[in-house]
């Protein structure tokens, strides 16, 4: 069993960073794969960035790579997702989940534990 919370959204103008935080629960954190989804109002639940289990290999979705960097502190129990030169569209709820198998890790129904999530809002 994981549990997890976001935390680190807020307001912010365009082109400004946001770091956002993802705190685990749980002493097996370092064996799962961990994503950040995001989820604006009217859309579908959509893949931010995922990180293998020891943070050797990442992922980004078309929309952020370059702009966002996903990490991880197994010894805090802890992955982040860096925001940088944010957009307006970039505005919805960000979601932490964990995958204890990491074979697909743009693919929501991998994830088994979930966060609360967290709003980011960019302002133009």
């Known amino acids: 069993q994981v549990q997890l919370v976001e935390s680190g959204g807020g307001l912010v103008q365009a082109g400004g960073s946001l770091r956002l935080s993802c705190a685990a629960s749980g002493r097996t954190f370092s064996s799962y794969a961990m994503g950040w989804f995001r989820q604006a109002p009217g859309k579908e639940r959509e893949f931010v960035a995922g990180i293998s289990w020891r943070g050797g290999s990442t992922y980004y979705g078309d929309s952020v790579a370059g702009r966002f960097t996903i990490s991880r502190d197994n010894a805090k129990n802890t992955v982040y997702l860096q925001m940088n030169n944010l957009k307006p569209e970039d505005t919805a709820v960000y979601y932490c989940?964990?995958?204890?198998?990491?074979?697909?890790?743009?693919?929501?129904?991998?994830?088994?534990?979930w966060g609360q999530g967290t709003q980011v809002t960019v302002s133009s």
């Open positions: 989940a964990a995958d204890p198998r990491g074979l697909r890790v743009g693919v929501p129904s991998e994830y088994d534990y």
